[in-house]
């Protein structure tokens, strides 16, 4: 369960951005947005994000493990599907191309020209919200895999009780 709550969490947390967060700065002024996102930078990294963040891929693998040990090879299997699909295609990405971007910003003096400051938040909004959009995908793709895992170990467990 643990690595259903995580991935449902962080997948949500990737989907809020996407869906309303960024569109909400896009819709401010640039300095605005610019100073707003440099704040939420400084301050995603916290002990409520973390273990939705990094507990995804452990619990995950746990329960992969875990279920493979005791035979459920199938939900197993799923779960370590689950376990790649998120570090893959969720915390790859995060690393590699969004901190990059997140640790530029924060490095950015806000421009007192209107136009200087919507040409640097429209390039950096645009390819920001795409990059966590994919992010979103591959972590819904791993919370499907972890409620499919968990259902077919539900299939699996009630075949074995039957006489």
């Given at each position: 369960?643990?690595?259903?709550?995580?991935?449902?969490?962080?997948?949500?947390f990737f989907y809020a951005y996407s869906s309303s967060v960024m569109g909400g700065l896009d819709a401010a002024a640039p300095q605005a947005?610019?100073?707003?996102?440099?704040?939420?930078?400084?301050?995603?990294?916290?002990?409520?994000?973390?273990?939705?963040?990094f507990g995804t891929p452990v619990?995950?693998?746990a329960?992969?493990?875990?279920?493979m040990a005791l035979?459920?090879?199938?939900?197993?299997?799923l779960l370590l599907l689950a376990s790649a699909t998120y570090v893959c295609g969720a915390m790859?990405?995060?690393?590699?191309?969004?901190?990059?971007m997140n640790d530029a910003l924060a490095g950015l003096s806000i421009p007192a020209d209107p136009r200087e400051a919507a040409r640097l938040w429209s390039d950096y909004?645009?390819?920001?919200?795409?990059?966590?959009s994919l992010r979103m995908l591959f972590s819904m793709?791993?919370?499907?895999l972890v409620g499919l895992a968990l259902f077919v170990a539900g299939l699996d467990a009630s075949r074995l009780r039957r006489p």
């Open positions: 369960m643990a690595a259903l709550v995580c991935a449902g969490a962080i997948a949500g947005a610019l100073i707003a996102m440099q704040g939420i930078n400084a301050t995603v990294r916290n002990p409520s994000f973390a273990p939705a963040f619990a995950a693998l329960a992969g493990l875990g279920f035979r459920q090879k199938r939900a197993g299997r790859a990405p995060t690393f590699l191309v969004n901190v990059a909004s645009l390819r920001w919200t795409w990059w966590n793709l791993s919370l499907l």
